[in-house]
């Protein structure tokens, strides 16, 4: 399970300070409830790709839960669960392409994160009206998507991890499983 965290640094800091980043503890388990405060359960690396130009190793702490014995990765908001560019990039190379047809990173990239773009739409609306906003969105898919994407970085990129994590099962561009099956039915 993922848990995030606002670290309140940026990815190179985050690197930089690697084990010795403020990791949170948690007195509370999140798939147990079990009122104990899990222990350290050691660290992996993943990649942070900030730009084109600008890839991090981060460590990522692990917790374990003395009563189930399952396990908790602390997150930094700035990642994505089964991404390695931040949301940061994602929106911006989606917006610098769509605003000014600036293709900041390979085609082959920039259409993958389109696509999940605009698959992802109806989640991105249906969490927004969750969170209380009720006006009309374009009716155009790529302006829908801008819209959207321009809400997220309104409401803060760390404020909406947290809360769509504890909204949804699936990550922000992940593709649920059924819709995955439908995709490789009709291609």
């Known amino acids: ?20 980043n403020d990791f949170p503890e948690l007195d509370c388990c999140p ?13 992996y690396e993943r990649n942070a790709i900030e730009t084109e130009a600008s890839t991090y190793r981060v460590t990522i702490c692990r917790l374990i839960c003395p009563d189930c014995k399952k396990t908790v990765s602390i997150l930094p908001t700035f990642l994505l669960p089964y991404f ?33 773009a605009y698959g992802k739409q109806t989640e991105w609306t249906l969490f927004f009206r969750e969170e209380g906003y009720h006006q009309v969105l374009p009716k155009d898919p790529k302006e829908k998507a ?25 990550s922000f561009m992940a593709h649920s499983l059924y819709h995955g ?7």
Do not use: P
């Open 84 to 116: 390695q560019h931040t949301l940061d990039f994602i929106i911006f190379i989606l917006l610098a392409f769509w605003l000014t047809r600036s293709c900041l990173c390979t085609h082959q990239l920039r259409r993958f994160y389109e696509r999940r």
């Open 181 to 187: 099956a439908r995709v490789a039915k009709t291609e």
């Open 31 to 43: 798939m147990c409830r079990a009122r104990n405060r899990l222990q350290r359960h050691g660290f």
């Open 1 to 20: 399970m993922m848990y995030y965290h606002n670290f309140l640094v940026d990815v190179s800091r985050y690197a930089e300070l690697g084990k010795d």
């Open 146 to 170: 801008i819209k959207l994407l321009r809400m997220i970085q309104a409401l803060g990129k760390a404020t909406f991890v947290r809360r769509w994590w504890g909204h949804r099962i699936n």
